[in-house]
């Protein structure tokens, strides 16, 4: 039904940049929300950010607040995450994600994904 692709993880040093992409296809994509997520070895998976399908609503966790962006754009089928001032504790698997939300005003980073990608590793180490 929906297929997304991310991408753009790497191994970046202790206050490095990064943005990852997520390439969305399937029906109807500019109806739905889009999330990012982050898993770390022996932690809970974490919502971290999300856009809604008109790309003028975003939330943040508390986490990433003010070191990163979410945008998304809908001519492309893709979302961004733009991610700055990394530190070790960034290091994960991040993960977009997607749910058919076609009139959100605001998205809510604890909403439960219909679809996944396959998720793209994002290492900071010196």
């Known amino acids: 039904q929906l297929q997304l692709v991310d991408s753009g993880g790497a191994l970046v040093q202790p206050g490095g940049s990064l943005r990852l992409s997520c390439v969305v296809s399937g029906v109807a994509v500019d109806y739905h929300t889009i999330g990012w997520f982050r898993q770390a070895p022996g932690k809970e998976r974490e919502g971290i950010s999300c856009?809604?399908?008109?790309?003028?609503?975003?939330a943040y966790a508390d986490s990433v607040k003010d070191r990163f962006t979410i945008s998304r754009d809908n001519a492309k089928n893709t979302v961004y995450l733009q991610m700055g001032g990394l530190q070790p504790e960034d290091t994960a698997r991040y993960y977009c994600?997607?749910?058919?939300?076609?009139?959100?005003?605001?998205?809510?980073?604890?909403?439960?994904?219909?679809?996944w990608g396959q998720g793209t590793q994002v290492t900071v180490s010196s």
């Open positions: 856009v809604t399908s008109s790309g003028r609503g975003t």
């Open positions: 994600a997607a749910v058919r939300r076609r009139f959100q005003v605001n998205c809510d980073i604890q909403d439960e994904p219909a679809y």
